[in-house]
């Protein structure tokens, strides 16, 4: 991990979220999964995104502009610099023999860098509308469901899953797939392990999201949910 001054490449809207391209700036890709601290201009607190795309010579990040710092980010102009900390956290296992990326809204951001580093596999994508479906366009080839339809309606077994979305999709899909490999979400402060800000409790037992995940076993997530709810 490092820190970077990178410049911007390119601002380009796909359906309702921003493709961010930033040149490299002598950082790593790191592993599909991991994430970087985007540092927004005008506010104090960098934001975590995903690395969407590792393109020659720069970083893509899909953006969804939902508040000040995501709509700063999705402002900055060609040329204009920024500062960028990663990659950050655990990214997705690769070892997988059969896998399906499943993702939902703004989480299909990590899947295109992913599809990359796996080959081939295929893809499932769920958006709440069908210009957030556009989106889809960064996965060619990916089956996509339209609410009020949900990807786990298409799920089948057999699979090595490896998802990324809303939190109750992530909860559907371990339910479905005990195998699966989830990349949740938490508000980051820091994004390397020394402000808790990210802390989540799962089972009574606090973990920063930004150092043991964000990339978690469904097995580690649906044991601890399944005594919650016996509580
Ligand atoms: C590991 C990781 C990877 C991420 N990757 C991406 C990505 O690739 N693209 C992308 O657009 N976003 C991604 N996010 C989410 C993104 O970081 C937040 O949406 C962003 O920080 C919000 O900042 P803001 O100032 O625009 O909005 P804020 O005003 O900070 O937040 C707007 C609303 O979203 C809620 N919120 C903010 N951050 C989170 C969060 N992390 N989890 C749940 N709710 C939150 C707030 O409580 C508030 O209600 C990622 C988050 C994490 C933890
Ligand atoms: S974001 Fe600071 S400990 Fe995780």
């Known amino acids: 991990m490092r820190r970077a001054r990178a410049r911007t490449c390119g601002v380009e809207g796909v359906g309702r979220y921003v493709l961010l391209r930033v040149s490299r700036a002598g950082l790593e890709p790191g592993e599909p999964g991991q994430f970087f601290m985007l540092s927004p201009p005008g506010r104090v607190l960098p934001r975590p995104m995903s690395l969407c795309l590792a393109l020659p010579g720069e970083l893509g990040f899909l953006l969804d502009p939902i508040g ?71 996965l060619p080839g990916a089956e996509v469901v339209v609410e009020p339809e949900y990807v786990t309606e298409r799920l089948e077994p057999g699979y090595d899953v490896l998802a990324c979305g809303p939190e109750p999709m992530l909860r559907a899909v371990a339910a479905l797939a005990p195998n699966a490999q989830l990349a949740w979400e938490a508000p980051m402060a820091c994004g390397y392990g020394a402000c ?21 076993a469904a097995a580690d997530v649906a044991a601890p949910l399944a005594q919650e709810e016996a509580a």
């Open 68 to 138: 000040p710092g995501t709509r700063a980010l999705a402002a900055l102009e060609p040329g204009d610099e920024l500062d960028v900390f990663g990659p950050l956290g655990n990214g997705f296992r690769l070892d997988v023999e059969r896998p399906l990326l499943v993702g939902g809204g703004i989480g299909i951001a990590p899947l295109p860098y992913l599809a990359e580093r796996l080959g081939v596999a295929p893809a499932l994508l769920g958006f709440r509308s069908a210009e957030h479906a556009e989106a889809a366009a960064l």
């Open 196 to 216: 808790y800000g990210c802390a989540v409790e799962l089972g009574g037992a606090l973990r920063r999201l930004c150092v043991e995940g964000p990339v978690l």
